[in-house]
């Protein structure tokens, strides 16, 4: 399937046809969810869809559920929309209970991984779960200990274009110190950005990174996979990763490795190359990059392009670094939207991040939030053709 337009025509003609008999006709959204399959109640707290317009057409639909967004559909060279991020048609889909995934969501109290789950705050020890190889990854994500991705966010529309979401996340949570009050807005720009602000404040000394996990295949077909996909990152180095996916602390050079993508090259030209140590231990690219943009939201982080489609997806962030992970654990076990198998590939996070287990490396950017401080980050991501 090349373009979404018609297939979406097709859904709406369905729906409409199939409803023609009740007194209301489902409105589904361009991208062909049904904000119905969105109703519910997790832990006894609603959730729901919210869907973001533009004066371009462009659309974005969010789920409070995780703070997730579900579909983001943006021109393509021809100026047909096509959905550009996975995830599923229905909100019971993202529910632990039935997936364990991050699609889409807006992952605290700590994106990435802290070695075994420790850290040391003004001399108190931390043990969080141990929920991948024994570090804790996204702030918990097995039933029991989940980190935010799972949890619904009260929700906020002042306008078309914007939602705020908030969360507060009691002191102790997966035993993190501190009442957090965090804040996720997703605003949908004329020029066809998606604009991402996180806030949190907290009442103890915390530790606080957060960043959105969509996964991004520009193609609009998720069928087929993004490693023909051009990518650019700004970056002169990385932070290596042990077999557990546990950074080492070294930063290392990009420098004749298949790293280096400061001059734009296809994400599959070494995606298998597991002579590679570093490509090896990730199973592909699932790594920290260290950026050289020194947090200026105005210098290009990241480029990728789709030559398929045209669209040119140019992230910005003030963030210190960006992990670049490739989808190389989606196995073909997950169906998502529109009836697509989710096969190794189908997409590429781009994950504005502080680096993985700062807490433990002193050296690294701190992550570190005292009360009377507010943490503030931002990324951007923009579409465009060519």
Same mark, same amino acid.
């Given at each position: 399937?090349?373009? *979404? ?60 559920? =995780? ?7 943006? +021109? ?20 632990? #209970? ?15 991984? @802290? ?28 039933? =029991?200990? *989940? =980190? ?10 002042? /306008?078309?274009?914007? *939602? ?12 993190? +110190? ?11 720009? &004329?020029?066809?950005? *998606? ?13 606080? !990174? ?6 991004? !295949? ?9 490693? =023909? ?51 090896? &231990? ?5 790594? !920290? ?7 200026? @939201? ?9 030559? #398929? ?9 003030? #963030? ?7 989808? &190389? ?13 989710? !096969? ?14 700062? +807490? ?9 939030? /005292?009360?009377? #401080? ?5 990324? @951007? ?6």
């Amino acid at each position: 399937m090349k373009r *979404l337009l018609p297939y979406v025509a097709i859904a709406s003609l369905v729906v409409a046809t199939a409803c023609g008999s009740q007194k209301n006709d489902v409105q589904l959204t361009k991208s062909g969810l049904n904000p119905e399959n969105f109703k519910a109640e997790y832990q006894g707290q609603p959730t729901a869809l919210y869907t973001l317009v533009n004066s371009e057409g462009a659309e974005a639909c969010i789920t409070n559920f =995780g703070g997730r967004l579900v579909s983001l559909m943006v +021109p393509d060279k021809d100026g047909n929309l096509r959905d550009v991020v996975l995830g599923f048609d229905s909100v019971q889909s993202y529910f632990p #209970e039935n997936n364990l995934t991050d699609f889409g969501a807006s992952i605290g109290r700590y994106a990435n991984r @802290i070695n075994q789950g420790k850290f040391v705050i003004d001399g108190d020890t931390i043990q969080l779960p141990q929920n991948n190889f024994g570090h804790s990854l996204h702030g918990g994500g097995e039933m =029991g200990s *989940l =980190g935010w991705q799972y949890r619904v966010y009260k929700a906020n529309q002042p /306008n078309d274009s914007t *939602l705020v979401l908030t969360l507060v996340s009691p002191d102790g949570d997966n035993n993190f +110190p501190g009442e957090v009050t965090a804040q996720v807005t997703y605003t949908l720009k &004329n020029d066809n950005v *998606l604009d991402i602000q996180y806030t949190g404040t907290t009442n103890k000394p915390t530790i606080l !990174n957060m960043t959105n996990h969509s996964y991004f !295949n520009l193609g609009g077909n998720p069928a087929q996979p993004i490693t =023909g996909n051009l990518i650019m990152v700004n970056a002169d180095g990385y932070t290596p990763v042990d077999s557990t996916y546990m950074t080492t602390g070294e930063i290392a050079t990009v420098e004749g490795t298949p790293f280096d993508f400061r001059t734009q090259k296809t994400l599959g030209e070494n995606i298998k190359n597991f002579d590679n140590q570093q490509i090896k &231990n990730g199973n592909g690219y699932d790594h !920290n990059f260290v950026l050289n943009t020194k947090g200026d @939201i105005n210098v290009p982080a990241v480029e990728l392009y789709s030559l #398929e489609s045209g669209i040119l997806l140019t992230m910005y962030t003030t #963030e210190p670094g960006v992990q670049v992970y490739t989808g &190389n654990f989606l196995d073909g076990t997950l169906t998502g939207k529109n009836g697509t198998v989710y !096969n190794q590939h189908a997409g590429v996070c781009l994950e504005s991040q502080h680096y993985p287990d700062s +807490p433990n490396k002193p050296e690294w950017p701190s992550t570190r939030l /005292n009360p009377g #401080e507010t943490y503030s980050t931002h990324t @951007i991501y923009k579409f465009t053709t060519k």
